[in-house]
């Protein structure tokens, strides 16, 4: 069974602009979860989507934002960039028959 | 919101000897966590614990759970230096239900020879 998979896996950004992050769940598995890691706060918890509904969402800005489609894919999206959203941005999906949260290689996002 | 409280958040060590990091979380959750972070990659899942007094062990790694003291442990025996890693114990977001976790700051765990 493929894992998660994101993309991209790296990126560059200026300030002000926005940007697009896609996650691909594991075969089966509806519900995909992102997270935002930094060395200054860590892991946190942006927002959790489960058959195209946001069912839990962290303290994040509204500029950030996600949606999931039919087959399960999200989006994550951040607008007008900042220096501080450089981070690593991973996703993570499970299943309804286990609580197990399978992480994704993740996508760095550099803003300069 | 749950919070979850790891310490110690360094740990340097040496080969062969046992040492426990401990993950203390705010309010009552219907399951624990335990992952692990290697430098710049993503993050293994090594355990999820689901009730109170689980127990799971993975080779020298073992973790427990403790719902009533809100408090989950992870032993490591006889440290090797693969061992060395970042390690996180994570709760649900909102302390059950819906997915999406809250992590601890991780402990970072070196194991010297």
């Known amino acids: 069974k493929a894992g998660v998979t994101q993309t991209p896996r790296y990126l560059i950004k200026t300030r002000g602009q926005q940007v697009t992050l896609s996650c691909s769940p594991i075969?089966?598995?509806?519900?995909v979860s992102w997270y935002q890691q930094t060395p200054g706060q860590g892991l946190q918890f942006l927002f959790e989507y489960f058959s195209e509904t946001q069912r839990n969402k962290g303290n994040f800005p509204g500029r950030f934002s996600g949606r999931q489609f039919s087959n399960s894919r999200s989006e994550m999206n951040v607008s007008t960039l900042e220096l501080g959203d450089s981070a690593l941005y991973l996703c993570?999906?499970?299943?309804?028959?286990?609580?197990?949260?399978?992480f994704g290689p993740g996508t760095r996002l550099t803003v300069t | 919101e749950l919070k979850v409280e790891q310490n110690p958040l360094f740990l340097s060590m040496q080969e062969g000897k046992n040492y426990t990091i401990y993950c203390n979380y705010s309010t009552t959750s219907d399951r624990l966590y335990w992952y692990r972070q290697d430098p710049g990659k993503s993050l293994e899942s090594l355990f999820v614990l689901l009730s109170n007094g689980a127990v799971k062990q993975e080779g020298r790694l073992m973790a427990s759970l403790d719902t009533k003291a809100r408090l989950s442990t992870l032993h490591i025996t006889a440290a090797v230096h693969d061992l060395s890693a970042t390690y996180f114990c994570a709760g649900p977001y909102s302390g059950g239900g819906a997915d999406g976790l809250t992590f601890g700051k991780g402990t970072h765990l070196i194991i010297q020879p």
């Open positions: 075969s089966g598995h509806r519900s």
């Open positions: 993570a999906s499970s299943s309804l028959d286990n609580y197990e949260q399978y």
